[in-house]
Structures are given as structure tokens and as C-alpha cells.
């Protein structure tokens, strides 16, 4: 294997750790600036004349743009201030590094049966069954496959403020970037960067437990019945609706709480921008799904955060907190396996203690395993569960592929932190209810008869 592309992972991070640097401060304006950032990093890591495309895509990519193959630079710094966002494709195979690889069953290969073709070595026929996971990107340690990184592009709405923008953080933030870190030392950092503050995505997370709750009494009446929950993973969801339609009528049809959180606090705040920070790729592609598409503006992964942070010589552990408590224990621990059932389950019980048929919850991760249980309820029909929740990631969204800790311990911080809620349950959070009132919902039972709220939070 040649050296230069072996870790190239890190390798794009020092590139992206540059382009954030140079570009806060001023100091990428010309193309001969791209251009000196490129020969860096060939001198740095040894690529040849030929490889400078390669380079060149790879500063591309982010920079939010696309990749093209070209040796020169042309309008990337136009293209760059003038977009406001990020589109479609959002990962890309470059060429070159697969001939340097050798490794014969690479992600690129053994999961053809959920990607599309366009990230195979050797693509055989065109599928449309790629579920957006992103696991070819992070597992291809060569460059092969990368992902747009959508700082950059929202680089000047953070300088301009000239409208709200809110950092909204997914739960499995927690312990992130150091036990010493906690959110409120976060919140005060995003302030720091430009943003109006820092929202915990689990808030909309305890209402959605709450939609959840009123579905499952809703649907499940009889012992045959069956439910199965779409929050927090869109891999789950694509998984079901591309391969699986006879199951499809038995999922959920609540959005995201990522895709709640645009939603809600679009409305509340008309001009607002939202950048959701993530454990994964899969999320930047749910922001730009067709009828989801417009609810997030931007969507960052914990490792691209982590390198922001390092460019902009934010020392975290330095900083004040800035804490509130915005969500529930149910909320919060939506970031682990059999979270949404635990936090679900809950709020069942308390509506009906007497209910005959109770929540009987059936917790899988990992795509493998999510596609099992689905052959297994195709074929066979539920088993004693009714209430059934899937994850792409070991572990649950703490174990997504951009995260910076290892899984079992974000499980453990994820669980305290949880546990240091003064919230027990979604029914219990006073800011959803708060929000809930901003619809003329009074009681949480008309949570599913409000027209405005069931359009926010459903897909349909």
C-alpha cells in the first residue's frame, strides 16, 4: 500500500483544519491561495505532481463544493461565498487512491447490498438501494470516498449575523470532546463562534416521545399488532421504505427530532438559520431529503466540530458554562440503543397505567442486524415485541461513525447525563409544553388532533 493515502482520514481533517483557519481570518481570497494550501499539503505528505487533482478535489470537498478532477483552480472562492448551503451528491468517489488500496473486501465491497454503485470499486448494475448510511465514507482510510464538509459555506452568516442561526446538538454530543467538557462549556463556545445559543435537539426529541406514545395506543389495540419507530435514524427509515414496503405501513410517521427542531424553531423564529451537529453522516443527507429539505440549513459531524474548534483555537475546558436543562432523561438518552423505546414506554405508562396490552419493546442496532430483524418480521411475522426500534450504528447514535469517543464510554456519559436532568419525562418538560402552547395545544392529548403541529412533525 503507498504510505500517502494510508490514514488519509486525518490527513483530510489537516486540510479542512487549514481551509477553516485561513477562511476565518481573512486570509483566503485569491485562487493562489487554494493553490499555496495545495502545495502544502503535497509537500507535507509526499503525493507526486500527478496526485495534485486528487488534492484539489479533496480541498473541494471541504469547502461544501464538488469534486471535479480538474488540476486548476477556477471560481471555488466565488462558488464559495456565493452558495449559501451545500446539495447533492454528497459523497463522492475520486479517482486514484482504489489503485493503492489492495484491501479486497473494503466497505466498498461488502456492503454493495445497501449503497449505491456509485461507491463500488466495480459497480456491476445500477441499484437505486443506497440508504445514505455513510459507513463507505468514514471506513475508506484512502481518500476514495469523501463527504462535503458545510462549515465554510456558513462561515459568513455566522460573521454577518444579520439573522438568528442555532447550533442544535444531537444528545450523543455529550462527552464528545472531553469528560471536563459539558454543555454548558459548549453552549458558551458556540456563542463564541456566532451563534445566538445552543439548543439540545433532545427538547424536541420529548415531544415526539410524547406523538410517539399517542401513535402506539393509537395503532397497537390488538396482540398481532405491531409498531415500529422511524426517530432519530434515517438509515432505519430508508432501510424500511426502499427494501420493505409491506413492513413500510407499520412505521411511524413522525420526522426526526433533527427535522422537528428545524420545523418548530423556524416558526418561532421566521429568519433562523439551523445547524445541527451530529454523530454522522446519514444526517446531512436526511437535511437535504425531499419534503424534509429545508427544515436544517447545515449539518456538522463531531469530528469536523472537533477540528473547528481546534482551528479557531477554542479552548473548551477554559471556558464558563452557560447551562440549561431542556430535556428530559427520555430526551437525552435517545442517543443509545433502546433510548426512544425506554422514553416511548414511559410516557405509555403514564397515560394509561391500565392499558391491557402493554409496550413491549424490541431494541437492534447495526445495518446487518436491522436488516435481519426486517427478513425475520417479513418472513415470520412480529414475535412477542410490538414496539420495535432500529439503529444503524453499534450502540445506537453513540457509536456513529464520526464520532470522537469510544462507543461504550459515550454510552455511559450519555446515560449521566440523562440521569442529571431535573426532567424525568417528556410529560413532565415544561419548555415542550411551553412550545406546545405556541400551537394552542393545552393538553397533551390534543398533541395528534392539532392540524399545524401533526404537518411539523409528520413526513405525510
Same mark, same amino acid.
Given at each position: 500500500?503507498?504510505?500517502?493515502?494510508?490514514?488519509?482520514?486525518?490527513?483530510?481533517?489537516?486540510?479542512?483544519?487549514?481551509?477553516?483557519?485561513?477562511?476565518?481570518?481573512?486570509? *483566503?481570497?485569491?485562487?493562489?491561495?487554494?493553490d499555496?494550501?495545495a502545495?502544502?499539503?503535497?509537500?507535507?505528505?509526499?503525493?507526486?505532481?500527478h496526485?495534485?487533482p /486528487?488534492?484539489?478535489?479533496?480541498?473541494?470537498?471541504?469547502?461544501?463544493l464538488?469534486?471535479?478532477?480538474?488540476?486548476?483552480? +477556477?471560481?471555488? !472562492?466565488?462558488?464559495?461565498?456565493?452558495?449559501?448551503?451545500v446539495?447533492k451528491?454528497?459523497?463522492?468517489?475520486?479517482?486514484?487512491?482504489?489503485?493503492?488500496?489492495?484491501?479486497k473486501?473494503?466497505?466498498?465491497?461488502?456492503?454493495?447490498?445497501?449503497? @449505491?454503485?456509485?461507491?463500488?470499486?466495480?459497480?456491476?448494475?445500477?441499484?437505486?438501494?443506497?440508504?445514505?448510511?455513510?459507513?463507505?465514507?468514514?471506513?475508506?482510510? /484512502?481518500?476514495?470516498?469523501?463527504?462535503?464538509?458545510?462549515?465554510?459555506p456558513?462561515?459568513?452568516?455566522?460573521?454577518?449575523?444579520?439573522?438568528?442561526? /442555532?447550533?442544535?446538538?444531537?444528545?450523543?454530543?455529550?462527552?464528545?470532546?472531553?469528560?471536563n467538557?459539558?454543555?454548558?462549556?459548549?453552549?458558551?463556545?458556540?456563542?463564541?463562534?456566532?451563534?445566538?445559543?445552543?439548543?439540545?435537539?433532545?427538547?424536541f426529541?420529548?415531544?415526539?416521545?410524547?406523538?410517539?406514545? /399517542?401513535?402506539?395506543?393509537?395503532?397497537?389495540?390488538k396482540?398481532e399488532?405491531?409498531?415500529?419507530?422511524?426517530?432519530?435514524?434515517?438509515?432505519w427509515?430508508?432501510?424500511?421504505?426502499?427494501?420493505?414496503?409491506?413492513i413500510y405501513?407499520?412505521?411511524?410517521?413522525?420526522v426526526?427530532?433533527?427535522?422537528a427542531s428545524?420545523?418548530?424553531?423556524?416558526?418561532?423564529?421566521?429568519?433562523?438559520?439551523?445547524?445541527f451537529?451530529?454523530?454522522c453522516t446519514? &444526517?446531512?443527507a436526511?437535511?437535504?431529503?425531499?419534503?424534509?429539505k429545508?427544515?436544517v440549513?447545515?449539518?456538522?459531524?463531531?469530528?469536523?466540530?472537533?477540528?473547528i474548534?481546534h482551528?479557531?483555537?477554542?479552548?473548551?475546558?477554559?471556558?464558563p458554562p452557560n447551562?440549561?436543562?431542556?430535556?428530559? !432523561?427520555?430526551?437525552?438518552?435517545?442517543?443509545?440503543?433502546?433510548?426512544?423505546?425506554?422514553?416511548?414506554?414511559?410516557?405509555?405508562?403514564?397515560?394509561d397505567?391500565?392499558? *391491557?396490552?402493554?409496550?413491549?419493546?424490541?431494541?437492534?442496532?447495526?445495518?446487518?442486524?436491522?436488516?435481519?430483524?426486517?427478513?425475520?418480521?417479513?418472513s415470520?411475522?412480529?414475535d412477542?415485541?410490538?414496539?420495535?426500534?432500529?439503529?444503524a450504528?453499534?450502540?445506537?447514535?453513540?457509536?456513529?461513525?464520526?464520532?470522537?469517543?469510544?462507543?461504550a464510554?459515550?454510552?455511559?456519559?450519555?446515560?449521566?447525563?440523562? +440521569?442529571?436532568?431535573?426532567?424525568?419525562t417528556? *410529560?413532565?418538560? !415544561?419548555?415542550?409544553?411551553?412550545?406546545?402552547?405556541?400551537?394552542?395545544?393545552? @393538553?397533551?392529548?390534543?398533541?395528534? &388532533?392539532n392540524?399545524?403541529?401533526?404537518?411539523?412533525?409528520?413526513?405525510e
Amino acid at each position: 500500500m503507498e504510505d500517502r493515502f494510508i490514514g488519509f482520514n486525518e490527513k483530510r481533517m489537516h486540510i479542512f483544519s487549514e481551509l477553516v483557519r485561513r477562511y476565518w481570518n481573512g486570509s *483566503l481570497n485569491y485562487i493562489s491561495d487554494l493553490d499555496d494550501l495545495a502545495a502544502e499539503i503535497k509537500e507535507k505528505y509526499g503525493y507526486g505532481e500527478h496526485e495534485i487533482p /486528487f488534492i484539489k478535489d479533496h480541498i473541494r470537498l471541504a469547502m461544501g463544493l464538488d469534486p471535479n478532477g480538474k488540476e486548476l483552480f +477556477e471560481e471555488e !472562492l466565488q462558488m464559495l461565498r456565493r452558495n449559501r448551503g451545500v446539495h447533492k451528491p454528497l459523497i463522492s468517489r475520486l479517482e486514484g487512491p482504489c489503485a493503492h488500496c489492495g484491501d479486497k473486501k473494503c466497505r466498498c465491497d461488502t456492503t454493495g447490498k445497501y449503497e @449505491s454503485p456509485l461507491y463500488h470499486k466495480e459497480p456491476e448494475e445500477e441499484r437505486d438501494e443506497c440508504i445514505e448510511c455513510g459507513f463507505c465514507a468514514a471506513d475508506c482510510d /484512502f481518500g476514495a470516498i469523501a463527504e462535503k464538509i458545510e462549515f465554510l459555506p456558513m462561515v459568513e452568516l455566522l460573521k454577518e449575523r444579520k439573522s438568528p442561526i /442555532f447550533a442544535v446538538v444531537a444528545p450523543a454530543i455529550t462527552g464528545q470532546f472531553g469528560e471536563n467538557v459539558t454543555m454548558g462549556k459548549l453552549r458558551t463556545a458556540f456563542q463564541k463562534m456566532g451563534f445566538d445559543d445552543m439548543i439540545e435537539v433532545a427538547l424536541f426529541a420529548d415531544i415526539l416521545t410524547i406523538k410517539e406514545a /399517542f401513535e402506539f395506543n393509537r395503532l397497537v389495540k390488538k396482540e398481532e399488532d405491531f409498531f415500529l419507530t422511524s426517530c432519530c435514524c434515517p438509515v432505519w427509515f430508508n432501510l424500511i421504505k426502499r427494501n420493505y414496503p409491506d413492513i413500510y405501513e407499520h412505521l411511524s410517521p413522525s420526522v426526526s427530532p433533527m427535522i422537528a427542531s428545524g420545523r418548530i424553531l423556524k416558526r418561532l423564529y421566521p429568519d433562523a438559520k439551523i445547524v445541527f451537529f451530529a454523530p454522522c453522516t446519514a &444526517k446531512k443527507a436526511e437535511a437535504l431529503e425531499e419534503g424534509l429539505k429545508g427544515a436544517v440549513d447545515f449539518v456538522i459531524n463531531f469530528r469536523e466540530l472537533k477540528e473547528i474548534f481546534h482551528a479557531l483555537d477554542i479552548n473548551l475546558e477554559d471556558l464558563p458554562p452557560n447551562d440549561k436543562d431542556l430535556a428530559s !432523561l427520555g430526551g437525552r438518552v435517545y442517543a443509545r440503543t433502546g433510548g426512544v423505546s425506554f422514553s416511548v414506554k414511559m410516557v405509555v405508562n403514564r397515560l394509561d397505567p391500565t392499558r *391491557l396490552i402493554k409496550l413491549k419493546s424490541k431494541k437492534v442496532d447495526g445495518v446487518k442486524e436491522c436488516r435481519e430483524l426486517l427478513e425475520t418480521l417479513r418472513s415470520q411475522g412480529k414475535d412477542r415485541a410490538n414496539f420495535i426500534e432500529g439503529m444503524a450504528c453499534k450502540g445506537g447514535c453513540v457509536g456513529g461513525p464520526r464520532t470522537n469517543i469510544d462507543t461504550a464510554k459515550a454510552t455511559e456519559l450519555v446515560n449521566e447525563f440523562g +440521569e442529571d436532568s431535573l426532567i424525568l419525562t417528556p *410529560l413532565d418538560n !415544561l419548555n415542550a409544553v411551553k412550545i406546545l402552547k405556541q400551537f394552542n395545544i393545552l @393538553s397533551v392529548a390534543d398533541i395528534t &388532533k392539532n392540524e399545524e403541529l401533526e404537518h411539523v412533525l409528520s413526513r405525510e
